[in-house]
């Protein structure tokens, strides 16, 4: 596990300009929903900063999963990690676990500054830490799935692709079906969009325990796939 944490960490060194430009996204967008502290936030621009956000954090997390072996492959460095007694397995879990630390911070500035907006409008903050959770869930499962299309896709197809899972289903409004907590990642995405500060929210359980199986499914998955990939063919 040594290696795994050496990779995952190299990994985020190796992203940490786009990390950066996200979180001061992140607290720029948060300044100007607060009017620049010059005037009182109402409820409806605070939801829409936390879904924006929330959406954008699980979205980066699929992006940077999905483009992480196509980069390695680009640079030739992958070959260098695997030839050191690392399996492609514990390398693709490198890359998921670096990419849920990058989540795991956004979703801890992204609560503190929904706190934040929440105190200046007056309204309740004990769901927001949970709205962060959900954010970390769904970025796994997003991750996941991204880096799975990308063992066999160009990354950009990827990305596509875990979008279109994400979202499609949802336009068919399958929420009182049978099949709907199955979808990967829609039930919490949809917890998330439910969010309005109210006392009666309450996160889903079941949602974040099936998204994170779901995830390891999917991780499971890309390591099938990819122990058949020929990493040595050089890609543009």
Partial sequence: ??????????????????????????????????????????????????????????????????????????????????????????YLLAMLIGTLTMAAVYAVLFAACCTWLAHRAALPTG?????????IVGSAIAAAVGMFFSTFLNPYLAIALTVTIFAAPGLAHPEHQPWFRLIPGLPVLLDILHFRFRAEWTMDWGAVVIAVLEAALF???????????????PVE
């Fill in 127 to 135: 769901g927001v830490w949970f709205v962060a959770v959900l954010v």
């Fill in 1 to 90: 596990m040594m290696a795994v944490g050496s990779i995952a960490r190299n990994f985020v060194r190796e992203n940490r300009w786009p990390v950066l430009i996200l979180l001061v996204w992140i607290v720029f967008t948060a300044v100007v929903t607060a009017g620049f502290g010059r005037e009182r936030v109402v409820l409806d621009d605070v939801v829409f900063f936390v879904q924006q956000q929330a959406v954008y954090i699980c979205v980066f997390s699929a992006f940077l999963a999905a483009s992480a072996i196509h980069n390695e492959r680009k640079s030739r460095r992958i070959l260098l990690v695997l030839s050191k007694a690392v399996s492609r397995g514990e």
């Fill in 219 to 233: 991780w499971g998955l890309a390591v099938v796939v990819f122990a058949y990939r020929d990493i040595a063919v």
